[in-house]
C-alpha cells in the first residue's frame, strides 16, 4: 500500500535501527525509570499547542515498547483531530468513541498492527460532545479494563492549551510524558501547559524535545530531556 507522505508510518516502525527510533527507546527507557516507585501503565502523551509532535511520539513510543516485548495498547483519544488511524493505516471507522457510546465492543474496534505485541484503538467517529465523553465513568472506567489487558497503554490527546479534554484524560493517566517542540513551542506556554497538568495532580514523567537538531542533542541530554531527533519521516 502505498505510503502517505504528509503522515507516513511510525519511523521505529519503518526503520528501527534509526538513531531516531534509538532516542524513542531513550525515552521508553526513561519512562520506566521515572516509573520505580509505583506502577505506571498508562502513559498520556500530550503537549501545549497543536502539530508539535504528539501523534508521533505517542505512535513511536508504543512501537518500541512493543518491540521490547510488552503487550502495547496504542488509544487514540484526540478526538477532535484524530491521527493515529493514519499513521497505521487502518479504519477509523470504530474506535474509542463506539466503545464509550456501547456500539461496539472493545474487541470489535480495537486493531492489529504491523508491529507484534501492539494493538491500536482509533478514535472512532469525532462526537460532538468529546469532553463530555472523557469525563464519564466509562472512559474512566474503560482505561482501567486496558490496564488489566495490557503491560502499556499509551493515549494520544489534543494539546493543553486548546482543550481540556488532555487535563480529564490525565485523570485517568499513571503518568505524562510531555512533549516541546525545539524550534516552536514558547517556554511560556509550556509553563502554562505543565502547571495545568500539575494542578490536576498529573505525573509528568518526563519531556521530549522534538525537532531538536542533532548537534546540540547531545547537551541535552545532560539536562535529562529527550530527544526524538530531527528528521522529516517520524
Ligand atoms: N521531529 C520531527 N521532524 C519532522 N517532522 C515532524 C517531527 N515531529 C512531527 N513531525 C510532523 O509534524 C506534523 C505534526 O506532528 P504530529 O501530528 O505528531 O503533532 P501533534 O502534536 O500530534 O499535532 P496535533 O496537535 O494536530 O494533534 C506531522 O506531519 C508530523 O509528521
Ligand atoms: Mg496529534
Known sequence: MALSNRNPRPIAQTN?????????RTVRTNVQFASVDG????????????????????CNIAVV???A?????????????????????????????????????????????????????????IPPNPYEMLASKMFSDFILSCKEKYDVVIVDSPPILSVADGLMISRSADGVVFVVDAKKTNRAH?????????????????????????????EYYYYNYYSSGEPASV
Do not use: W
Not at 528501527?16 to 524513542?24: G, L, M, N, Q
Not at 474506535?95 to 478514535?123: A, D, H, N, W, Y
Open 16 to 24: 528501527p535501527r534509526s538513531p531516531i527510533t534509538e532516542a524513542y
Open 39 to 58: 506502577d505506571v501503565r498508562v502513559i498520556l502523551v500530550t503537549s501545549s499547542l497543536p502539530s508539535e509532535g504528539k501523534t508521533a511520539t505517542a
Open 65 to 67: 515498547s512493543a518491540q
Open 69 to 125: 516485548g510488552k503487550r502495547v495498547l496504542l488509544i487514540d483519544a484526540d478526538m477532535r483531530k484524530p491521527q493515529v488511524h493514519q499513521r497505521f493505516q487502518v479504519s477509523n471507522l470504530y474506535g474509542l468513541t463506539s466503545v464509550l457510546i456501547k456500539e461496539r465492543s472493545f474487541e470489535e474496534c480495537v486493531v492489529e498492527s504491523q508491529t507484534p505485541g501492539l494493538m491500536v484503538l482509533p478514535s472512532g467517529p
Open 190 to 218: 509550556a509553563k502554562k501547559a505543565t502547571l495545568a497538568l500539575q494542578q490536576v495532580n498529573a505525573r509528568i514523567l518526563g519531556v521530549v524535545l522534538n525537532r531538536l537538531e542533532k548537534k546540540v542533542a547531545g
